[in-house]
């Protein structure tokens, strides 16, 4: 039931996109020796909302034409402005823990996401 109202899955895309993304940062943070290896990152969640990052439509329904079933899933590039350090290697650890940390306050933001949504909805019931 839960699945089919749409904020419910904002917070689930959202949550698993900060999940792939500290995936990335954490591959990023084991390589950061590793010559000629660089830096990856995923898309800003907000560019998979806007279709910018290849956002494809998905069907809801056997009706529904030109969609896809499956679920976007996000996917690695490398982060092309990266400085990269005479060995090749363009992962600065300073930045994965920048970027470590948006991606715990994305996670947080999804989690708050769906508290509330879970709040709204016992409001309607008559729970509280």
Not at 41 to 66: K, M, Q
Not at 91 to 116: C, F, N, P
Request: glycine letters at 10%.
């Amino acid at each position: 039931m839960l699945e089919e109202i749409d904020l419910f899955r904002l917070s689930y895309a959202m949550a698993r996109h900060a999940g792939a993304r500290q995936a990335v940062v954490a591959q990023n943070m084991a390589h950061a020796d590793t010559p000629g290896y660089g830096a990856r990152d995923i898309a800003p969640f907000a560019s998979y909302l806007e279709g910018r990052a290849g956002f494809v439509p998905r069907t809801t329904r056997p009706g529904h034409l030109a969609g896809s079933r499956a679920g976007r899933e996000f996917v690695p590039r490398i982060d092309r402005d990266a400085v990269r350090d005479p060995n090749g290697n363009s992962v600065a650890l300073e930045t994965e823990m920048l970027r470590g940390v948006e991606v715990k306050r994305q996670h947080d933001r999804a989690l708050a996401i769906y508290r509330s949504g879970l709040s709204v909805l016992r409001t309607a019931v008559g729970r509280s």
